[in-house]
């Protein structure tokens, strides 16, 4: 399963700019990989794992713009596929799933 967050935030002023960069950091620091500028997923073992991460980001929505959320299977997400001046590209490999020990 994967949440996938993207969203259209104000950049403006300086004071938006630097809530932007804070909300992306967070969606980082939580496990989060940037598939482009302003959309991040990340992978979930369980639905209850993925509602965790959702609240979470709740927590960190800013003040201003629009962030949606939502939660794909695995089967969806590698149905992906990617585009590069009208030339499908290979897919990044995504990112490990949980590492219990480091």
């Known amino acids: 399963m994967w949440v996938m967050v993207m969203f259209d935030l104000p950049v403006g002023t300086k004071r938006q700019r630097k809530v932007a960069a804070r909300f992306r950091k967070d969606l980082l620091e939580d496990g989060f990989w940037m598939l482009q500028f ?12 993925a509602r965790t991460h959702f609240l979470r980001v709740k927590r960190w929505l800013p003040p201003a713009g629009q962030v949606r ?5 695995d089967k969806q ?3 992906m596929e990617l585009f ?19």
């Open 69 to 73: 959320m939502i939660q794909i299977t």
């Open 77 to 79: 997400f590698a149905r």
């Open 84 to 102: 590069n001046e009208r030339k499908r590209d290979p897919l990044e490999a995504p990112p490990a799933q949980l590492q219990m020990f480091s």
């Open 38 to 49: 302003s959309v991040y997923a990340r992978p979930c073992p369980s639905q209850e794992n």
